[in-house]
């Protein structure tokens, strides 16, 4: 078995794992473990360092993991990243697996007809990510709380 079909079955079973992990425990991942306290009083899907929010199985893949380990901030980034910005993940943190699914595409010639095909080629590739929680030096905005909103 070649390496990225090997690290291809290895997401997909870190993912499968802790879904069954969590329904085993009781835990009902599509349902809403977030909070808004770091989210300026919205309810948000969890967020990539720039504020993009995460999606499709990510979005389970995080909530589960925020409440697994009572995270408050949506906000998530890797190790890299986290360096980037002249920060560090604390001595000890275990970082979350999100995936990172696309398509390429290769033109390729025919050998019967000598025609171009376009050939559409999907990948999967499996990142590890930190909440915020975890990170020390961050820019303070990383950090702050939001503003209680109260409904008139």
């Given at each position: 078995?070649?390496?990225?079909?090997?690290?291809r079955k290895?997401?997909y079973?870190?993912?499968t794992?802790?879904?069954?992990?969590?329904?085993e425990?009781?835990?009902?991942?599509?349902?809403?473990?977030?909070n808004a306290?770091?989210?300026?009083?919205?309810?948000?899907?969890?967020?990539?360092?720039?504020g993009?929010?995460?999606?499709?199985?990510?979005v389970?893949?995080?909530?589960s993991?925020?409440?697994?380990?009572?995270?408050?901030?949506?906000?998530?980034?890797?190790y890299?990243?986290?360096?980037?910005?002249?920060?560090?993940?604390?001595?000890?943190?275990?970082?979350?697996?999100v995936?990172y699914?696309?398509?390429?595409?290769?033109?390729?010639?025919?050998?019967?007809?000598?025609?171009?095909?376009d050939?559409?080629?999907p990948?999967?590739?499996?990142?590890?990510v930190?909440n915020?929680?975890?990170?020390?030096?961050?820019?303070?905005?990383?950090?702050?709380?939001?503003?209680p909103?109260?409904?008139?």
């Amino acid at each position: 078995m070649t390496t990225s079909i090997q690290a291809r079955k290895d997401v997909y079973s870190r993912v499968t794992d802790k879904i069954i992990t969590d329904l085993e425990q009781g835990v009902r991942p599509w349902m809403k473990p977030w909070n808004a306290e770091h989210a300026a009083g919205r309810i948000t899907r969890p967020l990539r360092h720039n504020g993009a929010p995460y999606n499709g199985i990510n979005v389970l893949m995080l909530w589960s993991a925020a409440v697994d380990h009572g995270y408050a901030a949506p906000i998530w980034m890797t190790y890299k990243q986290a360096a980037e910005l002249g920060a560090h993940v604390r001595k000890g943190e275990k970082g979350e697996p999100v995936v990172y699914a696309n398509t390429l595409t290769r033109t390729e010639t025919d050998e019967a007809t000598g025609e171009e095909i376009d050939q559409t080629i999907p990948f999967m590739k499996g990142y590890t990510v930190f909440n915020v929680e975890q990170i020390e030096d961050l820019p303070e905005h990383y950090y702050e709380l939001a503003e209680p909103v109260l409904d008139p």
